[in-house]
């Protein structure tokens, strides 16, 4: 059976950049003064994340022609991701996102993206059509229709793929990156049309759907076109539900949280793993819910990145505590 040409298991496209993280936790960024530079970018962690998992994986994004940027192809390939689809821009700057990091649940965000991001700067007549078409899964991001060409260069891209294979939509709803969720509501929409697997939190279902109850944002996104809907629930962990009835609700797994960013992509890039391996719902979401549990726990995104043993060890001890971490019975 001939190969497809240029096959991956997964292939993202959408947002890339440098993570500049304090080294110091619970210190307000005006006073911080070591950080630890990392790859960042949700489609850059997502394919990290499959990559660690034994994956192969590419991205689909641009850098800045400097620096920042040759570091950027440095730590993708270290990560065992394809960079051959990642193209400079020499008109902008690679962006750079800062945090102050206060656990278990204040991450605050800052994006120097501006004037524009290369991200941003992806032209459909550069993209190499009959790849997308032949991977495993192709995975796309809601930043990625906030400005052109990337968001005409994203919708070219669905619908070349045309629902082959697995293809999901992650909401990744960013407000910094538009006018108002009405702004990003059609292309939303236009996206769920083509997509197979639609994944977001409730702030980012409410974006896509208009509705915010866990149950209600996954009808409207199997309404919309997807096969399975993935509403990430926060504390109450995860809920699941495919087109043909099937459901799964799996709770998260306990860590002591460090850094809560990143955790996400690991679950995409755990998602995109149990897609791939053809487990069932419920062993899918449990895996992609300690995936993400296990990048939480750690200070960094991209290198946090777990691998499949890592993810086995934290579920086998949530599955069997330590009777020393249970409740006292008297």
Known sequence: MAVPP?????ITMGRIGV????????VPLARVETFGK???????????????????AAVITRTGDDP??????????????????????AAYPTPLTFCEIFPPDDFPLYF???????????????LDLAAVRAAGIFWITGTGLSEEPSRSATLTALEARARAG???FDLDWRPMFWRDPDQARPYYREALRHATVAVGNLDECEVATGVREPAACAEALLEAGVELAVVKQGPRGVLAVHRDGTRAEVPPVPVEVVNGLGAGDAFGGSLCHGLLSGWDLGKTMRHAN??????????????AMPTEPEVADLLARAASPDPADLPSQS
């Open 38 to 56: 990392f790859l960042g970018g949700s489609a850059a962690n997502v394919a990290v994340a499959a990559a660690r998992m034994g994956r192969s």
């Open 6 to 10: 240029h096959y991956f298991d997964l």
């Open 166 to 168: 697995t293809t999901v």
């Open 112 to 126: 120097y993206r501006r004037p524009k991001a290369p991200d941003l700067e992806i032209h459909a007549d550069e």
């Open 68 to 89: 920042f940027g040759t570091f950027l192809h440095e730590a993708l390939k270290e990560f065992g991701v394809d960079d051959r689809w990642v193209t400079p821009v």
């Open 19 to 26: 993570d500049l993280y304090p080294l110091e936790t619970g």
């Open 290 to 303: 300690a995936a993400g549990a296990v990048v939480a726990s750690r200070l960094a995104c991209s290198s």
